[in-house]
């Protein structure tokens, strides 16, 4: 029997783990997916619908499964967990959504899988941290979508507000996935210009950039009002952080980072620019800050240690 490569094992089949598989599927994206979910038919019944959908894309093997076909997977993506509520935040998840990550790492590493994690479910920094501490793994093998969704949403924005295509745009949302998230405005570029002299010249505030920023920040809570969750976003996100590590692009993407030092932070999990290849991250990016953006970069960090550590702590009683 031939080897398989570009394995991965999605678990979590809700809205946000099938609109993956279906990026995945539409953009030619690893040779194998397997779908693993408590809703075992579920499963089954994706995977068979996805199987459809390569007659047309690309031709790979979809299928539904069970953790021990992770023990030869190059890739794990996690996206089960309990969905954030109208009137959640997403740190609201945390003691529910640890637990979840507990039985979802165990079964993962008794596999024998020894790949690279990604995670995707809410809030994703602090259960990017559970992930590889639960795992073992090394940090750089390890890491969340961070503000991906993020960026894309403030790239979206900004495209509007100055009439370019979002992918023009080379800004980024940092640190925290969630209301502690800013924008990196003062060194943000379209088209090698500073994104502050497009903001001058069409005489936008600071005042301004910041109801992109406010806008950008709380688009979730807009589409969960309206339709109840997010996902086409985020699996399109996952599916573009799967391509840089299966093609080794060493990609500069925004995700959720081990730092060891950078922008003066230890142990933590947090949104960055980072580049993305066959190992994982390869290297953090530290984007040069403001005074002010490093103050809400480090108050960011400060509201996620505090909540990671009483989760944490919950768990462990």
């Known amino acids: 029997m031939p080897q398989h490569h570009q394995k991965v094992v999605l678990i979590g089949d809700g809205a946000v783990g099938s609109s993956y598989a279906f990026a995945m599927a539409q953009q030619g994206i690893a040779e194998e997916l397997v ?76 596999s024998g899988f020894d790949g690279i994690i990604l995670v995707a479910a809410n809030p994703v920094d602090i259960l990017t941290m559970a992930a ?73 505030t600071e005042d301004n950039l910041e109801q992109i920023l406010y806008d950008t ?30 093609r080794d692009e060493r990609a500069v993407l925004p995700v959720g980072a081990y730092l060891d030092g950078q922008y003066g932070l230890n142990d933590i999990y947090i949104g960055t620019p980072a580049i993305i290849g066959a190992n994982g991250v390869e290297s953090v990016i530290e984007t040069k800050l403001t005074d002010g953006e490093l103050g809400r970069f480090h108050a960011s960090a400060k509201t996620l240690k505090e909540v990671a550590e009483g989760g944490f702590a919950k768990l462990a009683d």
Do not use: C
């Open 35 to 110: 779908i693993v979910d408590v809703a075992k038919e579920q499963t089954v019944g994706d995977a068979l619908d996805l199987e459809d959908a390569t007659a047309w894309t690309y031709n790979k093997n979809v299928r539904s499964g069970d953790y021990e076909d992770a023990k030869d997977a190059e890739l794990a993506v996690i996206t089960a967990g309990a969905p954030q509520k109208p009137g959640e935040t997403r740190l609201d998840l945390v003691d529910k959504n640890l637990k979840i990550m507990q039985s979802i790492i165990k079964p993962l590493m008794a």
């Open 132 to 204: 590889q501490r639960f795992s073992g793994l090394p940090t750089n093998r390890v890491f969340g979508s961070g503000t991906s969704l993020d960026t894309a949403r403030l790239r979206v924005n900004l495209g509007k507000e100055f009439g370019v295509a979002p992918e023009s745009v080379d800004a980024y949302i940092l640190a925290e996935h969630g209301d502690s998230e800013f924008a990196n405005f003062a060194e943000a570029t379209i088209g090698g210009r500073p994104l502050m002299d497009w903001a001058a010249e069409k005489g936008l």
């Open 217 to 246: 920040a709380h688009k979730a809570y807009e589409i969960i009002n309206r339709k109840g969750a997010t996902f086409y976003g985020i699996g399109t996100s996952l599916a573009r952080i799967t391509r840089a590590i299966f």
